[in-house]
């Protein structure tokens, strides 16, 4: 009976560790690189990494058309409301900042998604789709705009 009690114990210890890092492995699933589909500009490539805070961030690292074909230099966040910021070459921007994983939702949310081809920030919810896609929606006032990306690895 007392190993019964001291195994039932340690159980018991050890199930809110293991139901948090369940939850982890669900909300880091965001993790790796995505292809971006962008017809009209041109495909690019995202990264998403963990912050300390538990946090995710997205950053671009590729453009299908890095340069711009009028100068041959590298493509520039020309169309940020901050000034201080456009410099920012557009294979180096940060997208998404601090996106928080919503467990009763099943998705991440709760920041802003940066568009740099029309230099706005929408409210940003994403989900995995049925596929495997990541679904991004933005929307800004109500009216949205959803992408599927595609998982690279």
Same mark, same amino acid.
């Given at each position: 009976?007392?190993?019964?009690? &001291?195994?039932?114990?340690?159980?018991?210890?050890?199930? #809110?560790?293991?139901?948090? =890092?369940? @939850? $982890?492995?669900?909300? +880091?699933?965001?993790?790796?690189?995505?292809?971006? !589909? +962008?017809? @009209? =500009?041109?495909?690019?490539?995202?990264?998403?990494?963990? $912050?300390?805070?538990?946090?995710?961030?997205?950053?671009?690292?590729?453009?299908?058309? !890095? $340069? +711009? #074909?009028?100068?041959? /230099? !590298?493509?520039?966040?020309? *169309? =940020?409301?901050?000034?201080?910021? *456009?410099? &920012?070459?557009?294979?180096?921007?940060? %997208? %998404?900042?601090?996106?928080?994983?919503?467990?009763?939702?099943?998705?991440?949310?709760?920041?802003?998604?940066? +568009? !740099?081809?029309?230099?706005?920030?929408? /409210?940003?919810?994403?989900?995995?789709?049925?596929?495997?896609?990541?679904?991004?929606?933005?929307?800004?006032?109500? %009216?949205?705009?959803?992408? $599927?990306?595609? @998982?690279?690895?």
């Amino acid at each position: 009976m007392k190993k019964i009690l &001291t195994l039932f114990l340690a159980l018991v210890a050890v199930l #809110p560790v293991f139901a948090q =890092n369940q @939850k $982890n492995n669900v909300a +880091d699933s965001i993790l790796g690189e995505y292809l971006v !589909p +962008d017809a @009209k =500009n041109g495909d690019s490539k995202v990264r998403f990494t963990k $912050n300390a805070d538990g946090t995710y961030n997205c950053q671009v690292f590729w453009l299908a058309i !890095p $340069n +711009d #074909p009028k100068t041959g /230099k !590298p493509w520039l966040d020309f *169309r =940020n409301p901050d000034k201080s910021l *456009r410099s &920012t070459r557009c294979d180096q921007l940060y %997208i %998404i900042r601090g996106l928080k994983y919503d467990s009763k939702a099943k998705m991440w949310n709760d920041t802003k998604v940066y +568009d !740099p081809n029309r230099g706005i920030s929408a /409210k940003v919810k994403c989900r995995f789709t049925d596929s495997g896609d990541l679904e991004v929606k933005g929307t800004v006032l109500g %009216i949205g705009e959803t992408q $599927n990306w595609k @998982k690279l690895k």
